[in-house]
């Protein structure tokens, strides 16, 4: 009868620092969360799960509709796997204890079957259901965790050809602070131009070499600066570096590269390509400038309103990523059916068994095969509604 209540006891025991374990846990996670001014949203917690899984649900404070769920697994002493109907799963503890333990935000490893995001307020890492990450991007709550710069030019070299022109560079100040990096062929000529808009890192080297390549293939290319000056390195020094601006200052800075290469070169036509951050940047630029002559876009964020689409009558080329879930296919197949009701010319091309940021060289999601095909996609693009 003893040892039964000795045994009792210490059940108890492990019970209760299990329970106090992921009350804290949770508790510390909740209040990550909620310290962020979310409003119109409010956080609702639910619980429930045997698994040692803890559930956040974001619900809109107006509809009352589910926005997105944001799960965090957990256990005592850290990974644990759990056999569910004969598949086997390994569990990490939540993002907040992992960094505690030495771990970088970008690092942070998510239980199998969630996508890590970091949230665009703080920066602090989150594990979140992939349906979820469109919507937490969306509504500006989180950003893609892209890989850190890592300059390659044997990866550009490889990838993306080079044309007939020889180019001169030189940095130009085209509007307020802003330098953009200018690239166009050495020989005499009329020339197309074409506004460059670079990823959420800023005017990379790697930017710096796709204007001259696409320059190389007869084209005056600007390559904007949005950042004013500022390059990150990192999705997280990217996360502050955006914070600092509004889309209005990003929208006179482009539309002042326009009337730059307008004045200066008196071009006759004039085109846009923007990766990533820039992908979105390159289709605002085409919805507030109606000067504009093709807009080619590389899995940047979407607009599929179309009212708003309506005010582009040129050319449009979208190249995505199939494993992309910050832009899912049925967001760019809708905003692919929106442009064909509108009778906007369009190529839309998604790779398959690709991700998000496919196309950069620098990065660890760099995919050679799809990026070479992409570009002379692009190319002809170019040639077709340029030239």
């Not at 914070?243 to 730059?260: C, H, I, K, L, P």
């Not at 979105?280 to 940047?300: C, E, R």
Request: hydrophobic fraction near 35%; aromatic fraction near 8%; glycine fraction near 8%.
């Amino acid at each position: 009868m003893i040892q039964k209540n000795h045994i009792l006891t210490i059940s108890l025991i492990a019970g209760f620092l299990l329970i106090s374990t992921s009350i804290q846990v949770q508790s510390e996670y909740l209040e990550s969360v909620t310290q962020q001014n979310t409003s119109p949203r409010e956080i609702v917690y639910e619980n429930g799960h045997h698994d040692h899984t803890s559930m956040i649900t974001l619900v809109d404070a107006e509809s009352q509709n589910p926005v997105a769920e944001l799960e965090e697994s957990f256990d005592i002493e850290g990974k644990e796997t759990t056999e569910t109907h004969g598949h086997s799963i390994a569990y990490f503890p939540p993002p907040l204890q992992q960094i505690r333990n030495g771990v970088k935000a970008t690092d942070v490893t998510c239980t199998e079957g969630q996508e890590l995001v970091l949230k665009q307020s703080n920066g602090q890492p989150a594990c979140v259901k992939p349906s979820s990450v469109a919507k937490l991007i969306e509504r500006g709550w989180a950003i893609h965790v892209l890989p850190d710069y890592v300059k390659d030019e044997n990866n550009n070299s490889v990838a993306f050809s080079v044309g007939e022109y020889t180019v001169q560079t030189e940095s130009v100040n085209y509007f307020q602070n802003a330098q953009g990096y200018l690239a166009r062929p050495t020989a005499d000529g009329e020339f197309p131009a074409v506004v460059m808009i670079h990823e959420n890192l800023g005017i990379t080297d790697n930017i710096k070499e796709m204007a001259k390549k696409l320059a190389s293939h007869g084209y005056i290319v600007l390559a904007v600066d949005l950042y004013d000056g500022k390059v990150a390195t990192t999705t997280d020094e990217a996360r502050v570096i955006l914070g600092t601006f509004e889309q209005q200052q990003w929208t006179d800075n482009m539309n002042s590269a326009v009337r730059y290469l307008e004045e200066r070169f008196d071009v006759e036509s004039i085109g846009s390509i923007g990766w990533c951050f820039g992908g979105g940047q390159s289709l605002n630029l085409a919805l507030n400038n109606s000067g504009m002559d093709a807009t080619v876009i590389y899995y940047g964020r979407l607009v599929t309103d179309p009212s708003a689409l309506s005010k582009i009558t040129w050319p449009v080329l979208g190249i995505f990523a199939g494993l992309d879930t910050g832009i899912p296919e049925e967001t760019v197949r809708e905003f692919e059916s929106v442009l064909n009701d509108l009778g906007i010319e369009n190529e839309i091309i998604i790779y398959p068994g690709v991700k998000h940021a496919f196309a950069n060289p620098s990065g660890d999601r760099y995919a050679p095969e799809e990026s070479k095909d992409a570009w002379e996609k692009t190319l002809g693009f170019f040639e077709a509604s340029l030239k």
